[in-house]
């Protein structure tokens, strides 16, 4: 039965991307300012038509751009972690992402930098771009995992966004799920629809510390709140 749930929420959830989202994009592209509340709504849309609900816990600080930091549970946090989300916002996204029709444009639109993890150099590349773009006024949103994790466990932390925000003295504001791997985790197709619990934290500070302290007391923060 749980397959054949899967398969219409599947369904269901393709049809609203290929039919909504090009009608978004081309409102976002003739009038540009409302871009990012309706990347918002539709992300909320698309939580719901998935058959989750999302309870958010924590405020989102407002006057500061911040490398934002999650973990990475299942394909849903491409939509569960913007839908807290309030002002400009970008993200760092592996290069693949880039060949998904309508979506690629989106991510193109809010000036989503492609990374590369298998390419060094232009991994480097990825994170001075993404410099400019937090400099710019953009948030930016990071998954220091760098993959899906398969056992429901955090996984080691990679060091790019760390130093995202040490060469731009931004402050990370880590934004902890929890739910989504119970849902869908990448090792199983079928979706069993839940509640997504978020928790956005307090910012943690990256002056005057090195890129390692950084890392561990992000680290230490998300397995703190996670278990």
């Known amino acids: ?42 992300c909320r849309l698309m939580i719901f038509i998935f058959g989750c609900r999302i309870a958010s816990k924590g405020v989102f600080p407002k006057n500061e751009s911040f490398v934002i ?30 060949k998904i029709p309508v979506y690629s444009l989106f991510l193109k639109k809010l000036r989503t930098v492609s990374i590369n993890r298998s390419n060094r150099e232009q991994a480097i590349a990825g994170i001075k771009q993404a410099e400019q773009v937090l400099k710019d006024g953009y948030h930016i949103v990071i998954l220091p995992e760098g993959t899906r994790t398969i056992t429901g ?15 731009t003295n931004a402050r990370i504001l880590p934004i902890i799920t929890k739910g989504l791997f119970s849902i869908k985790p990448k090792n199983r197709w079928t979706i069993q629809p839940g509640l997504i619990r978020i928790k956005i934290c307090k910012p943690i500070e990256t002056k005057n510390k090195t890129i390692e302290e950084v890392l561990e007391e992000t680290e230490r923060l998300f397995l703190k709140t996670k278990n």
């Open 1 to 42: 039965m749980n397959k054949i749930i899967s398969i219409f929420i599947y369904l269901r959830g393709f049809i609203t991307f290929v039919v909504i989202g090009p009608i978004l994009l081309i409102i976002t592209i003739l009038y540009p300012p409302v871009l990012y509340k309706f990347v918002i709504n539709f």
């Open 69 to 98: 930091m999650a973990n990475h549970e299942s394909f849903l946090d491409v939509f569960a972690i913007p839908s807290v989300l309030t002002g400009k916002f970008s993200a760092v996204a592996a290069s693949f992402n880039f």
């Open 153 to 167: 466990q955090l996984g080691k932390f990679k060091k790019g966004g760390f130093h995202l925000a040490k060469n």
